[in-house]
């Protein structure tokens, strides 16, 4: 009942900035808990952070500590992933993923919906 589509992605230096978007349809995205995982080429698509129904909820892998924030604006039907001093190791196509629970998750497994993707890429 809701469908994501990701924007905000693009090329960056290191050590710089950009603000993932993942714009959300329909009538009860403040329901669901919302993730961001990247996947790089060859590899797994691993974890990055999550936001629960509460703003106040929230989980960032290790990776991404201290220079991500994970949020949401429901009044726009919209989450978000800032990013800032960011990496090479960053390199991904950057998903959005929602379930309808209330607690933020880390596990892939526990999101049924899911965006299309787009790329982050940093060089250095």
């Known amino acids: 009942q809701v469908e994501l589509v990701e924007s905000g992605g693009g090329s960056v230096q290191a050590g710089g900035s950009l603000r993932l978007s993942c714009a959300a349809s329909?009538?009860?995205?403040?329901?669901?808990?919302m993730g961001w995982f990247r996947q790089a080429p060859g590899k797994e698509r691993e974890f990055v952070a999550a936001?629960?129904?509460?703003?106040?909820?929230?989980i960032y892998a290790d990776s991404v500590k201290g220079r991500s924030t994970i949020s949401r604006n429901n009044a726009k039907n919209t989450a978000y992933l800032q990013m800032n001093k960011l990496a090479p190791e960053d390199t991904a196509v950057y998903y959005c993923?929602?379930?309808?629970?209330?607690?933020?998750?880390?596990?892939?497994?526990?999101?049924?919906?899911w965006g299309q993707g787009t790329q982050v890429t940093v060089s250095s």
């Open positions: 993923a929602a379930r309808r629970f209330v607690w933020a998750s880390s596990s892939r497994d526990d999101y049924g919906v």
């Open positions: 936001i629960g129904w509460s703003a106040t909820s929230t």
């Open positions: 329909g009538r009860t995205f403040s329901n669901y808990a």
